[in-house]
């Protein structure tokens, strides 16, 4: 298993690395989540990649479920900075 820092243009974005298949969603619209904290496992080629979050705060518009297909650089979700910063 490896760990991909999500990373977006300083805007919280947070895009899938490689195309594949969402295995598990560990996060929910509305939830505080910490710098490094799981968002989701993408499996590519059968390889497991943990998407964490890029910084501390709250996740929005998450835009996946478990099973779906997803390409290298689809917009996943959000993590805004507390107090929508």
Known sequence: MSVEHAGGAGNGAVVSPMQGTVLKVAVGDGDAVGEGDLL?????????????????????????????????GQLLCVVAEPGGK
């Open 40 to 72: 989701l496992v993408v499996e590519a080629m059968k390889m497991e990649n943990e998407i964490v979050a890029p910084r501390a705060g709250v996740v929005s518009g998450l835009a996946v479920t478990v099973g779906a297909g997803v390409s290298s």
